[in-house]
């Protein structure tokens, strides 16, 4: 399944535990779970260190992962113990979030920092729903309508197996609205 269902964007997920770990993982099961109010999700397979500290502290941050930081994120997934911080083994610059008391990754482009809305437990997996209580974003990455620019953003995703993608090249189409159909569609 996760050899086909790619690219999949990746939470980069910095949390802090309730002894004051700071912890850094990435999760490649990630979305957008609603836009009003703000939600973000993502999973964890099995019972791992993010999960965990989420729950006990009941906040995070998503970061953005860039093609710069691949080596980086790559090392983030090492399995080390509850009481490493993956900032400090990987050697990764943290900066003080506004909302959450998890620090975000200074080198990151984009922050969400999150309270827990929610944990879902589906088989051996778990759904963590949060609120997106604030926005960081490095405005080098904005475009001249002020929205991210996926040129300036370079995000990483995941592929199937041990396989990364890079930003790849995009196309451009507007929506057809269903009043320029061409005939005009009508309800009834």
């Not at 997920?13 to 993982?25: M, Q």
């Not at 969400?112 to 589906?122: F, G, Y």
């Not at 995000?155 to 057809?176: A, C, F, K, M, Y």
């Amino acid at each position: 399944m996760t050899s086909v269902i790619v690219p999949r964007p990746i939470a980069w997920v910095s949390s802090r535990s309730a002894a004051g770990v700071d912890n850094l993982a990435p999760h490649s099961f990630f979305t957008v779970a609603a836009v009003s109010p703000p939600v973000v999700q993502f999973t964890s397979v099995g019972r791992k260190d993010s999960l965990n500290n989420v729950e006990a502290t009941g906040e995070f941050v998503v970061c953005l992962t860039t093609e710069s930081l691949f080596e980086q994120v790559n090392a983030t997934g090492t399995d080390f113990d509850p009481g490493t911080s993956e900032f400090d083994a990987v050697g990764l610059e943290r900066e003080p979030s506004l909302r959450v008391a998890p620090p975000r990754v200074a080198a990151s482009p984009v922050a969400l920092e999150c309270r827990l809305r929610q944990v879902i437990e589906i088989g051996n997996s778990f759904v963590v729903l949060g609120d997106v209580v604030h926005a960081a974003v490095d405005t080098a990455v904005l475009g001249e309508d002020g929205l991210a620019d996926i040129g300036r953003l370079l995000p990483l995703s995941r592929l199937g197996r041990d396989e990364w993608g890079t930003t790849p090249p995009t196309r451009e189409i507007t929506r057809i609205r269903a009043s320029e159909w061409p005939g005009h569609y009508q309800q009834g």
